[in-house]
């Protein structure tokens, strides 16, 4: 499983480095290819097959359950939740930092 991320977008970064530190070996974090665009970021599956937003979020959390243990001090029914509610603060803050002209992955969409 690769997810793919762009490394001009410091949110972006910040979450890669996170998922590196603890995800390492499960999944490959690479960046994205220089000049490719996307407001999202992309999960390759082991099947060739390309997931981006919400159902990526989906998959990792399928496929790697030790994703949810960043948020090691909620009840177990909530690590799910909260690992979605994060995505979307993440495209809340993208979109926050295309509005003041910051750089960032296309998150006006």
Not at 18 to 46: C, N
Not at 69 to 96: C, E, I, Q, V
């Amino acid at each position: 499983m690769k997810l793919y991320f762009d490394s001009n977008c410091p949110l972006c970064r910040s979450f890669a480095k996170l998922l590196q530190k603890h995800l390492s070996g499960e999944v490959d974090i690479i960046p994205f290819l220089q000049g490719e665009q996307t407001k999202d970021f992309k999960l390759e599956l082991s099947d060739g097959e390309f997931l981006y937003g919400k159902e990526a979020i989906d998959a990792l959390e399928k496929e790697v359950p030790k994703v949810k243990n960043f948020f090691w001090m909620l009840p177990d029914s909530y690590r799910g939740k909260a690992l979605h509610k994060t995505y979307f603060f993440g495209k809340f803050l993208r979109r926050l930092f295309y509005f003041f002209g910051r750089r960032n992955c296309g998150g006006c969409s």
